[in-house]
């Protein structure tokens, strides 16, 4: 029979329980009451007539009952006595005697009418077994059944990934449900897909994690995607309840399509797979900056597909309740000394510090959990870091680490996550080119220093902690303190020039920007020097030889560095790299055409080799039926190869073709994915004046396209009831509560007082 560990509760959340439990047991609404600093928060009713019934919740994680009795009495019975309610009832996590009960009713008489109304931690497991609906309410109180703890944090068969294993009771212990959470539970259950986005610390992955964590309790599967979205395709096992989680699936600094993250095209069919395929779910993760500037720059991420799987989370969704029981969560559960934990129960120290400007989960958890080790006042820790967020990671970088451990974070920040073999040989480059001794014994100390502390090892794999790490060491590199021609010089690998030139173009990066500006030939030696890395290292089918070249003559005219575009020179003079996807090498000869550094005839001629490769493979498609996949090719010809009336003819003809097709379908065979096909083909029908051919084909795929429209409307106004459209009105809501949450957050910390229940 399942059970309950209600220790896993904080003091508030085992009051909202019992709040919602006893209000159906005593069949009345109780409020949670909170009332002056010797009063405690009662659950309390008052009926028509005036007569009132108190329930007084004790929560003690340690406690036994002599102890609870003994404090009962000295405690709360004054108070009782004062208040005089027509009804007391006890609620505790202690378990009780029949001879504990006796003894408590007789103490509390005549407010305590029988041992009926005393209940301890067996009788609430007991109540609570009964009410199913009830527990699944209280997301914490559900984490913590017997049943629910050995699915998602102690067996291996439902969790793949020794990362989430180690990350997920973790955060489980901290975890506060918020409207955010909420919200995207209900978009995932209605989408089965569901883009988590929002501010750096915010909490993604953790709501993202809790929501594996809800869908393993009910039998799924958890499948970390680590590196691209074709993971899933490799996971994939039919029949089996799965959800796959990408946390961070477009990178944690900028868009990192670059670097095998390709999140268009085969990003959308996975997430079409999912949505029409029961037992499958999909969770990713991502800045809210980031998502808005991947929509500009990639029109399929802005498909109504991806759009109505956002459920976005702002840091108005993190009220002055939610920030209280956050702050509360993570110095209960931290290892700072006990001494230190109660300092947060005085309001002067914990007010400041819930309602902070910048007040940030994340933040606030490695404050604390580097505090443990360093800090000797953990309030006035928080508060400075939360006054300056670089503040955290600026004192340990510039003034704590050796050398030799911040040169190995220089170098993995332009990894971001690395073997330590390739660590090493990029951090032994970089050492050297620095006239600093560069043996294995050193690189060995440095990583020593770092684990644990901001590098994580796994699997043979070196990781920043957290990415608010690679954030500080982005402003490390822009205030100067780098020698970025000695760090280009390290570079082995291809990733590395992109993640450089990324940090260059945000708008924090005006002096990394400039600093590489004045190093243009080592710049080129970089791009040069690690032109083998790239079909390698990155994806071949997103990123290839051609794109990479793309990318290094746009980073050529960010920097106007010559050196780099004459390397694009060389290497397009005479070739037309076939390996690459007819895509790329289009957008390159687009580039190479419009771009300053390159000559127009060497434009031209490189422009009219891929025209001729592309023509070539339209003509490939039509004669296998694909009018769809030659249109998509065809429109990457230049305007002087689209002037061709053959081809045009060619295509009009499979259009036709596809046309017959799709009005042969029947209802039961088509699905979303059909309408931009659809669409797409009677534009161009129309276009090319030639609906009138097949007018009743035409009439018919013209009513598909205006039934899947409908569809699709239907569900942006589902979703759109789902996700609010703004936050003022909960806001405004907040702001009207405001004396009562201030009430209510100040009993809660209050419970930092009682580190130790016993008397």
Known sequence: MDSFDLGRLTDHDFELVCRDLFGELLGVPLELFPRGRDQGIDLRHTDAAGASTVVQCKHWQRGDQNGLIRRLVREELPKVARLKPDRYVIATTVGLTVDGKERLRDAFAPFIRSTGDIHGVDEIVAELRNRPALVRRHFRLWLSSTTVLQTVLHQERHLRSSWLRRRLPRVAETFVPHEGFERAKQVLDEQRVCVVAGIPGVGKTTVALMLSAWLMGNGYE?????????????????????????????????????????????????????RETPGKALIMTTRDYILEHARLRHDRLAAADVTEAASVIHLTDLGLRIRGQILYNHVHNSAVPPAQKRCFADRAVWQPVVTHRNFNPRLIEETLRLAARREQDVPAAVLANLDDPQRIWERIVEHELTDEAVHLL????????????????????YRRELDRDADGRLFRRALQVLEGTMVTLDGGKAAFHNPSIADYLRLHLNAGRTRIPALLAAFVDARQLYRIIEAARLP?????????????????????????????????EDYGLAAHLQWALEAAELLDAGPVAAIVLEQTRDRVYWTSPDEHLAALAEAMRYSPLIPREHAERFGAMVDERIRDAVQDCLAAGGWGNAMDLAERLSANALDDPALEESLLEAALDELRELAGLTEDRLTDGHLDVIEELLGFLVDHEAEGDLPEEFERVTAMARRLADARRERRVRSAAVIPPGSRQVLSQRERDATRDHAVVAELMRGLDRTDPAD
């Open 222 to 274: 958890l499948h970390e995607v680590s590196q691209d979205i074709d993971e899933v395709g490799a996971l994939w096992l039919d029949g089996i309840p799965q959800v796959f989680l990408y946390d961070d699936f477009l990178g944690q600094t900028t868009l990192e399509s670059p670097l095998n993250k390709n999140e268009d095209s085969r990003l959308l069919a996975v997430v079409r797979e999912i």
């Open 410 to 429: 220089e170098v993995l920040l332009t990894l971001q996550t690395a073997t330590l073999s390739e660590l090493e040989e990029s951090w032994s480059w």
């Open 508 to 540: 924090d990066g005006g002096a990394i920007r400039e600093q590489l500006r004045a190093a243009p030939e080592s710049l080129a030696d970089a791009v040069r020097s690690t032109l083998d890395t790239v079909e390698v290292s990155l994806s071949a």
